[in-house]
């Protein structure tokens, strides 16, 4: 069963420390994974995509396939990082708007 | 560029009745797809269309159905509302696979009251 797994509801840290919000899949192929995330108030975006292996407002994910994880890290935390954050997975080619979503984190930063 | 937007944004509804979501996609995108969150839980995938046919469902029942026109828009429709229906329904638009980035735009959402 393909499968998100965010294992942290609320993750508190404060300003200028280091941010690993954990996400876990499980799926049999090759999955494609993202991170969208939702600031206050805002749409549900694209922060990034493990094909694309940038960096986006500093943060960066890579997919461990051993591990069956792509987690997001950022050094330094920002006040304005606060949102939160859904890891999702695509499996297959053909459905390009089915996503599986994680339940999400809510990242708190404070100054 | 205009991007995806929804109406209603809000409704409220009883047990046995139907509703009608709406769905305009992002400029120039031709797939769309809907999701239903529920409250502290990630979307859920619920169907996709593509050139006006649903291509991909998720794990909903038949009460849950929808339609795209030619110029793209959406319906979702679900009849035999159930308490358990109340959430909110996001609905995303992207380009067909192989082309874009695959990234999936989303509406700010229809917020669905069940009684």
């Known amino acids: 069963a393909q499968r998100v797994t965010q294992p942290e509801k609320l993750l508190s840290v404060f300003k200028g420390a280091p941010v690993e919000l954990k996400c876990n899949y499980s799926?049999?192929?090759?999955?494609?994974l993202f991170w969208y995330v939702q600031y206050s108030r805002q749409r549900l975006q694209l922060l990034l995509r493990h094909i694309s292996r940038e960096s986006i407002k500093g943060f960066t994910a890579d997919l461990n396939k051993g591990e069956t994880s792509f987690h997001l890290k950022k050094p330094f935390a920002q006040e304005e990082d606060s949102a939160m954050y859904y890891c999702a997975l695509r499996g297959g080619s053909g459905n390009t708007g089915k996503l599986i979503f994680g339940q999400g984190t809510t990242l708190q930063v404070k100054p | 560029e205009t991007g995806v937007t929804q109406s209603p944004t809000h409704l409220i509804k009883t047990r046995g009745q139907q509703v009608t979501l709406r769905c305009s996609s992002q400029?120039?995108?031709?797939?769309v797809s809907w999701y239903q969150q529920a409250l502290g839980q990630g979307p859920q995938f619920i169907f996709q269309?593509?050139?006006?046919?649903?291509?991909g469902r998720g794990n909903f029942p038949p009460r849950f159905s929808g339609l795209q026109f030619p110029n793209y828009s959406s319906e979702l429709n679900v009849n035999a509302l159930e308490l358990d229906d109340s959430a909110l329904y996001l609905c995303?638009?992207?380009?067909?696979?192989?082309?874009?980035?695959?990234?999936?735009?989303f509406g700010e959402g229809s917020r669905l009251t069940v009684l």
């Open positions: 400029s120039g995108h031709n797939t």
């Open positions: 995303a638009s992207s380009l067909p696979s192989g082309g874009g980035t695959g990234e999936l735009f």
């Open positions: 799926y049999s192929g090759s999955p494609e």
């Open positions: 269309y593509y050139r006006e046919e649903e291509n």
